[in-house]
């Protein structure tokens, strides 16, 4: 079946550093890809997605860009804000239906 | 408005006791799921409803059963409630099936003791 592999965390970085955060996956076909982001104390919320290879998804100053290649997916955002600070989930579907793989997700922590 | 709702927010409880968990939504959405989140953060569906219909059920324990009542509404009861049942459960909705943007709920904090 599909899988994902993301890199563990804690990520601990300054406010206005770039981030990136490593995601593989392996599918059948070339199915959408998404980041989910998880705030303190709350559900998971989509942060971007895309469609097909060589798409960019981006929000809030968060891109992803699907690469077939390398089957990666990795979300980078060019200065992070302390409001950053959250948990983030590469999510492929898992096939059939509507089934999201998540896996651990990347704990991203930003101090001033 | 809250989009997913769930009640209650925090649940503790002793070994051996019945708990349910309730979910709401109010966008209109067809299809509904339940999510176990462990203490490290690895999410996993348990669950999914369409229109009041399962068509998803993971490998659970059956102690854990789900009931729709409605498309709007999700419920989870769980039986004879063990440590390992200690996490949090996560609700969330989706347009319909073919839909891989899922809306979560704030999810609900269950601590088995």
């Known amino acids: 079946g599909n899988s994902v592999t993301q890199m563990e965390g804690p990520v601990t970085l300054s406010e206005e550093a770039f981030l990136t955060i490593n995601c593989t996956y392996t599918a059948t076909g070339y199915p959408s890809l998404f980041w989910y982001v998880q705030y303190p104390g709350e559900g998971l919320q989509l942060l971007l997605k895309?469609?097909?290879?060589?798409d960019k998804g981006s929000n809030k100053g968060f891109e992803a860009t699907y690469r077939k290649e390398t089957t990666s997916f990795h979300l980078e955002k060019g200065s992070v804000q302390v409001s950053d600070s959250a948990v983030y989930f590469c999510?492929?579907?898992?096939?059939?239906?509507?089934?999201?793989?998540f896996g651990a997700g990347t704990r991203l922590a930003v101090h001033p | 408005d809250t989009a997913v709702s769930q009640t209650p927010k925090y649940l503790v409880t002793q070994m051996g006791n019945d708990k349910s968990i309730k979910c709401e939504q109010n966008?209109?959405?067809?299809?509904m799921y339940w999510y176990k989140q462990d203490s490290k953060k690895f999410l996993k569906i348990m669950f999914s409803?369409?229109?009041?219909?399962?068509?998803i059920n993971e490998t659970v324990p059956n102690r854990f059963s789900p009931k729709s009542p409605d498309k709007a509404h999700l419920n989870l009861h769980i039986n004879s409630l063990e440590l390992g049942d200690s996490a949090v459960y996560f609700c969330?909705?989706?347009?319909?099936?073919?839909?891989?943007?899922?809306?979560f709920g704030p999810g609900t904090r269950l601590t088995v003791t």
């Open positions: 969330a909705s989706s347009r319909d099936p073919s839909s891989y943007e899922q809306y």
């Open positions: 409803y369409n229109n009041k219909e399962l068509i």
């Open positions: 895309a469609t097909k290879a060589d």
């Open positions: 999510a492929p579907p898992s096939g059939g239906y509507n089934k999201l793989i």
């Open positions: 966008l209109g959405h067809d299809t």
